[in-house]
C-alpha cells in the first residue's frame, strides 16, 4: 500500500507494522539524468520491494530533498544541514510508529544521505517507540555496486529501466566526455575535494553508457530481493 493514495480509514484497517520511507534528493546528476534522480530510484526500489516481500508493508511518501551541499555549484541542485535532514526524517518516522507501523525501513537513494540516516536510526532505535534501520540500494546489488558513480552507468541504468522518458540520450556522449573516472581528489587516504566541480566537470563520475535498460532491471531486481529480505528480518527481529 502506497500511503499517500491510502484514505485514513484504509490504514486504520491495515493490520501491520512496517513501513518504508524512500528518502532521495533533489540534486545535479550531469546533463543527461534528472535532478530528482536519486528520490526517483528511492522510490522505484521501495516499490519493487514492497513487491517482492511476502507480507503487509506501508511504502511512504518519498522525502525529495537530502543533505547535497557538495553540489551547490551546479543549478537547481537543493540542500538541507545534515541536523535539519535528520530532524526531518526522524519525526516523520515517528509519526508512522505513531499509527502502528513501529518498523520502519529507510530507503536510501543518495550516498550523500548514508552518514545522517545511519546516526538518526540508532538514535531513534535507542530512544523512541520505534525500531529503524537504513538501506541503501546501490550497496545491495551484488558486483553492480563497484560501479556505483554519480550520474553514472547504476543510476543510469535504472532510470532506463523505470524512466526511460526523463533520461536525455542525446547528451550521453557529453555526459561521458565531461565527467571524471571516480569520486574525489584523494592523497593518503583523504579526498581533498569537499564539492563535487572540483573533481568532474560537468558533475558526472562515471560512464553512464554502461547503464542499459536490462541492466537496470536486473539492479532493480536485486535491489528489491535484498529490500525484501530485510523486511523479513526487521519484522521477525525481536524488539525489547
Known amino acids: 500500500m502506497r500511503l499517500s493514495e491510502a484514505t485514513w480509514t484504509e490504514v486504520a484497517d491495515l493490520d501491520a507494522d512496517l513501513a518504508l520511507l524512500p528518502v532521495g534528493s533533489t540534486e545535479q546528476h550531469g546533463p543527461h539524468a534528472p535532478l530528482g534522480t536519486d528520490a526517483l530510484n528511492a522510490e522505484s526500489v521501495a516499490e519493487a520491494g514492497s513487491e517482492a516481500f511476502d507480507g503487509e508493508v506501508v511504502v511512504g511518501p518519498t522525502i525529495p530533498v537530502g543533505v547535497a551541499e557538495e553540489?551547490?555549484?551546479?543549478?537547481?541542485?537543493?540542500?538541507?544541514?545534515?541536523?535539519?535532514?535528520?530532524?526531518?526524517?526522524?519525526?516523520?518516522?515517528?509519526?508512522?510508529?505513531h499509527h502502528g507501523f513501529d518498523r520502519v525501513v529507510v530507503v536510501n537513494g543518495h550516498g550523500g544521505n548514508i552518514d545522517a540516516l545511519a546516526e538518526l536510526c540508532r538514535r531513534v532505535s535507542r530512544t523512541g517507540d520505534v525500531y529503524a534501520v537504513a538501506f541503501t540500494w546501490f550497496d545491495a546489488v551484488g558486483d553492480h555496486s563497484s560501479d556505483m558513480g554519480h550520474g553514472g552507468p547504476l543510476e543510469?541504468?535504472?532510470?532506463?529501466?523505470t524512466h526511460p522518458e526523463l533520461v536525455r540520450e542525446d547528451r550521453i556522449d557529453e555526459a561521458r566526455d565531461g565527467g571524471s573516472d571516480r569520486w574525489?581528489?584523494?592523497?593518503?587516504?583523504?579526498n581533498l575535494a569537499h564539492d563535487s566541480d572540483e573533481f568532474t566537470d560537468n558533475g558526472v563520475v562515471g560512464d553512464p553508457a554502461d547503464g542499459d535498460a536490462e541492466r537496470g532491471a536486473e539492479l532493480e531486481s536485486l535491489a528489491a530481493d535484498s529490500l525484501a529480505s530485510l523486511l523479513d528480518a526487521v519484522e521477525r527481529r525481536q524488539l525489547d
Open 184 to 190: 574525489g581528489e584523494w592523497v593518503s587516504g583523504v
Open 71 to 97: 553540489h551547490r555549484a551546479f543549478d537547481g541542485t537543493l540542500w538541507v544541514s545534515p541536523d535539519t535532514f535528520r530532524a526531518y526524517v526522524r519525526e516523520t518516522v515517528e509519526s508512522l510508529a
Open 156 to 161: 543510469t541504468a535504472l532510470l532506463r529501466h
